[in-house]
C-alpha cells in the first residue's frame, strides 16, 4: 500500500520572533533571537550584553579584597562559591594556609549556596513547564537558607563572606543548631518535590527526549556542572580538584547519561541529596580555631599567573588572574559556566517546538549576571 | 410550599398591573437580562477570588485578605483599577477586529448561561437543544481568541490564537461526544428532561462505568476548552508572555479573563446538570423545600470549579503536539467506544435505577 505524502506544495514561511530581553522564559535580560516555522524552531542566537557591567575591566581597577565583593554580582545565585574562587586563588598566590575551621565553614555555606541555587532553580523550572506551584515550594526552603545566611553575615544573596585569608567573621552561635534544623526540614521536603514533579507524567513527557546533548557535544562546547553531568560527563570539580574541606567528606558525582532535560532535571536532584549529606558530615566536626589569619592590608600578589577553579551550582567557574606584584591584578578572567552552557543552546533545541525551547533552558539554568559579567 | 415559580408568577402580575400588555414581554426580558448580566458579573468577579485564594492554599500563601474580610473586595478593587486604566492598541492592528474581539467571548458565556437550570423552573431559556445549544454557543469563544490574537499585530498573539483555534476545535469534539454518551441515558437534549430524569438516580450513577470514563473525558476536554492549565497553550505565560491577550489592557483584558472564569463554570454547570443531577439534592433529601436547588446547585458546580483549579494548581503544562496527541489518539477513540458500550448498556437496560 502506498504511504500517503505531504503535498509539498504548502509552503510554510520562517518568521522571526523576539524573545525578551523581557520574557518570562529567559530568566533577566537575555535575548534569544528565533527563527521559527510555525512552532518549529529553526534557529536560536542568543544576543548578550543587557546586563555587562565590565566586572573583569573593574577589578583590574582594585585591589584584591574589592574583587571578592564584584564577584557576588556575577552569579548571584552561587555569590558565596564565586567569592571563594577570588579568595582560594589569592590564598594560593600567597601561599597562605587558612584554618581548618574556615574550610569547613567555607564548605558547609558553599553547599548550602548550592542547595538554595538548586531550589530556585527547581521552583523556576517547575514554573517554565507551567506548573506554578512548584515556584512556592522551592522559595519556602530557599527561604529557611536565606535566614541563615543573614544571621552569619547579615546578607541574604550577595554575602561576601569570604576575605582572602579567612572569613569576614565568626559564625554565629545559632549556625549549627539553625543548619541542623534545615537539614531536617529539608530531607522532609525534598521527597515533595519529586511527589509534585519529578513523577508527574505531563512533566516527564515535556522533559524526557528533549534538548539531548550528547556526552562528546558537552566536552566540544565546554559545558560544565549539571549540564555535562547530565550527559554523563564526569567534570565535578569538587571530585576532580577538591578544595576547602572538600578532600574530607565522602559524596557521590551526580551522573546520568541519557543528556535529556530530564536527565539534567535528575542530576540536580540528585546534587541537593549530595549536598545535604556533605553538610550533615561536616556540621558536627566544625574545628575550633581563628576564622581568618591575618594577611596585609594591601595584599600584593608575586608577579605571576594564578588559576583557581570551583564548582559553583551551574558548573566550573575559573579565575585567572594575571599579577605585575602590583595591589591590583593586571588582567583578570572569569571562566563562567554560564556563558559556554548557553552556547549549546542552539545545538540543542533546534527542531523542538517552542515548548521544549523554554523546558529545555530552564534545565540550562542560566544566570544572565553570569553571562555577561 | 415555596417554589421559584410564585416568585416568577406575581413579578409577572405586578409588571402586567403597571404597563400594557403588548410590552410586558420586552420589559421582562430586560429584566432578566439586568438579572443575568448581575449573576454574570458577581460569579466572575467570585471566580477570580476564588481562584486566588485556591491557589494560595496550594502554595502555601495567604492569598487576598487586606481588602474588605477575607480579601472580599479584592476582586472589586481590581476591577475598578482596570477601569481606570487606559486602552492601548497597537500600531497597524486591524482596529475593527481588534476591539470586536473581546465581545465575542464575553458574548458566548453570556448566552451560555443563560439556559441553566438553576433550580426548579428557575431557568431563564428551557429550550428543546439545551445541551446542543451549549455546545453551539461555547464554540463562539474561540472566534474571539483568534480574532484577537490575529488582529493584535504581535507575533506572540498570533502564536497563541493559532494554538487556541487547533485546540478548542479538536477538544469541541470530545466535550460534544461525552455529553452525547450521556444524552443515550436521558434521550432528551432539553436541561430541564434531563434533570427530570436524574430524580431516580444521577446521570453519573445511571450510567455506571461508561458514565464515569465520559465524565472523565469531559473534564479533561473541559479543561482544555477553557484554555486553562495544563492545556493553557494559548496564554502560556513562560512561552508566550500573555499569549493571544498580549496587546489587551484596561477593561478590554477584564473581559477575556471574565470570560475566561465563567467558561470554567459553564463548564461545571454543564458537569452538574449532566452528571450530578443538577439542582437535585443527593437522595433527594431536601425534596421538600424546592428553593435550596439553588445552593445544590451552585455547591456542585463549585465542586466541579475547584476540582479544575486543582488541575491548574498542581500540572505542568502539555506542549502542544502532545495536546493534539492526547485528543485525537486518546480521548476520541476511547470517546467513540464508550458511546457504542453506553448504547449497549441502554438498550439491554443494565442501568441503575432508585
Known sequence: ?373 | MYSSLIITNNIHSWVLSLMPAAVTGITEMMMIAMIYLTVFAVLGLFLVLMERKVAAWFQLRIGPNRVGFFGMFQTIADALKLLSKELTGTDKADKFLYNLAPYFLIISSLMALAVFPFSENLQAFDINIGIFFLIAISSIGVIGVLLGGWSSNNKFALIGAMRSGVQTISYELSVGLSLLTMILLTGSLQLSEIIEVQKSGWLIVQGHIPAVIAFMIYMISGTAETNRAPFDMVEAESELGAGFHTEYSGMKFAYFFLAEFINMFIIAAIGTTVFFGGWLSPFGITESIPWLGVFWFLLKAFALVFLMMWFRWTFPRLRVDQLLTLEWKYLLPINLFNIVLMAIIVWLNFTIQF
Request: aromatic share 8%; net charge negative; charged share 25%.
Open chain 1, 1 to 373: 500500500m502506498e504511504t500517503a505524502t505531504i503535498n509539498n506544495n504548502f509552503k510554510s514561511e520562517e518568521y522571526f520572533i523576539n524573545m525578551g530581553p523581557q520574557h518570562p522564559a529567559t530568566h533577566g535580560v537575555l535575548r534569544l533571537l528565533l527563527t521559527i516555522d510555525g512552532e518549529i524552531i529553526k534557529k536560536v542566537e542568543p544576543d548578550l550584553g543587557y546586563i555587562h557591567r565590565s566586572i573583569e575591566k573593574m577589578c583590574e581597577r582594585d585591589s584584591y579584597q574589592q574583587i571578592v565583593h564584584l564577584t557576588d554580582r556575577m552569579d548571584y545565585l552561587s555569590s558565596h562559591i564565586n567569592n571563594e574562587a577570588v579568595c582560594l586563588a589569592v590564598e594560593n598566590a600567597l601561599e597562605l594556609e587558612v584554618p581548618e575551621r574556615v574550610k569547613v565553614i567555607r564548605t558547609i555555606i558553599d553547599e548550602l549556596t548550592r542547595i538554595s541555587s538548586h531550589t530556585l532553580w527547581w521552583g523556576v523550572m517547575g514554573m517554565d513547564v507551567g506548573a506554578l506551584t512548584s515556584y512556592f515550594y522551592g522559595f519556602r526552603d530557599r527561604e529557611m537558607i536565606n535566614d541563615i545566611f543573614e544571621e552569619t553575615c547579615g546578607a541574604r544573596l550577595t554575602m561576601n563572606y569570604n576575605i582572602p585569608g579567612g572569613l569576614m567573621q565568626d559564625i554565629h552561635p545559632n549556625f549549627v543548631k539553625r543548619v541542623k534544623e534545615f537539614i531536617a526540614h529539608f530531607k522532609t521536603k525534598l521527597p515533595e518535590y519529586d511527589k509534585l514533579l519529578t513523577g508527574n507524567i505531563i512533566f516527564q513527557k515535556r522533559t524526557k527526549g528533549v534538548g539531548v546533548l550528547s556526552k562528546e557535544d558537552a566536552i566540544a562546547y565546554g559545558a560544565s556542572g549539571p549540564v555535562a553531568r547530565g550527559s554523563g560527563y564526569s567534570c565535578d570539580v569538587r571530585k576532580h580538584h577538591p578544595y576547602s574541606a572538600l578532600d574530607k567528606v565522602s559524596f557521590n558525582e551526580a551522573l546520568h547519561t541519557e543528556g535529556d532535560s530530564y536527565a539534567r532535571y535528575l542530576v540536580r536532584i540528585q546534587e541537593m541529596w549530595e549536598s545535604v549529606s556533605i553538610i550533615e558530615q561536616l556540621i558536627d566536626n566544625i574545628p575550633e580555631g581563628d576564622f581568618k589569619v591575618a594577611t596585609n592590608a594591601v595584599i600584593k600578589l608575586p608577579k605571576g599567573e594564578y588559576y583557581q577553579k570551583v564548582e559553583t551550582a551551574r558548573g566550573e567557574l575559573g579565575v585567572y588572574i594575571i599579577s605585575t606584584g602590583g595591589k591590583n591584578p593586571h588582567r583578570m578572567k572569569f571562566r563562567s559556566p554560564g556563558l559556554s552552557n548557553l552556547s549549546l543552546l542552539n545545538h540543542i533545541t533546534v527542531g523542538g517546538k517552542i515548548g521544549d525551547l523554554v523546558a529545555t533552558m530552564a534545565t540550562i539554568d542560566i544566570v544572565v549576571p553570569d553571562i555577561d559579567r
